[in-house]
């Protein structure tokens, strides 16, 4: 069965870390984009990361600049996202998804779910004190 799953997801005081896994299944995951998305309560579903099939660039939103870190390990057909520092206000659902939109002009937009291939069921992340 072709799938993303994602894994990782905790319960974090503020300043603290976690590092999320995007896991492939059925396909080989490092010939595809791969973006990061996040959903907190009662806010609309937004872009936080995403990375190049087969030449691994990597972009990210304003927010994520310096404190997340996307990365690829092919031979596991994963894709990380450490998070450092995190508030908050990172609070929410993260998502991985196949992303077409990935490239220079990523903006972190989201364009709604039809237009992203493949979906993950998503991992909490919760920060508070």
Do not use: H
């Not at 937004?46 to 092919?74: L, N, P």
């Not at 990935?102 to 989201?110: K, L």
């Amino acid at each position: 069965q072709v799938q993303l799953e994602e894994s990782g997801g905790d319960s974090v005081q503020p300043g603290g870390s976690l590092r999320l896994a995007c896991t492939g299944y059925g396909f080989t995951q490092a010939y595809y984009n791969i973006g990061w998305f996040r959903q907190a309560p009662g806010k609309e579903r937004e872009g936080v990361s995403c990375i190049t099939g087969r030449d691994d660039r990597t972009y990210y939103v304003d927010f994520a600049k310096g404190r997340f870190a996307i990365s690829r390990d092919s031979a596991k057909n994963t894709v990380y996202l450490q998070m450092n520092n995190l508030q908050s206000e990172d609070t929410a659902v993260y998502y991985c998804a196949t992303d077409n939109f990935c490239g220079p002009s990523y903006s972190g937009r989201y364009y709604g779910p039809d237009e992203y291939d493949m979906w993950g069921r998503g991992t909490q992340v919760t920060v508070s004190s």
